[in-house]
């Protein structure tokens, strides 16, 4: 399996009102359909917004950063796939899809070791079917080029 590196974006709307931008990873059946990989983590940084719910551009650059370094540290071997990633109403929610949240864990504490504590949350659930990807991926046909 080929993983792509293909995204789209759309918006959506927090519960408050503010924009929130979704990007979404396009081309992933083959992954969904294996079905290795069954565990969702979704992992969210707060943040203090601006007037529009988004971050400052110094913020929003360490977030990058960090984005950056968790796809890599977890896309190497496919223990997990970055499917999508929400940022907006005061929040950046990235959602992984993992084969074990127990090695997603061990991974993420060695990527993240060398930095300051970051303010994140971790959540995990049961989700084999992918519905939170499916439901996401419905924002497609609203995509933005």
Known sequence: MKLSNEWFTALSESENGQLVF??????????????????RVEITWKYEPDEKGMPTDEMAG?????????????????????????????????VFYTRTVRVFGERINEALA????????????????????????????????
């Not at 796809?71 to 929610?93: N, P």
């Not at 504590?117 to 991926?137: A, H, N, R």
Request: charged share 35%.
């Open 114 to 145: 060398s930095y300051e504590l970051l303010p994140i949350e971790i959540y995990t659930e049961l989700d084999p079917d992918w519905e939170e990807y499916k439901d996401m991926y419905e924002m497609k046909q609203w995509a933005v080029d």
């Open 62 to 94: 360490k977030m990058e950063t960090i984005q950056e370094l968790l796809r890599k540290v977890m896309e190497k071997d496919k223990l997990a796939i970055l499917t999508s990633v929400y940022t907006g109403g005061g929040e950046k929610i990235w």
């Open 22 to 39: 979704v990007a979404g990873r396009d081309s992933l059946g083959e992954f969904m359909q294996s079905g290795k990989l069954k565990e």
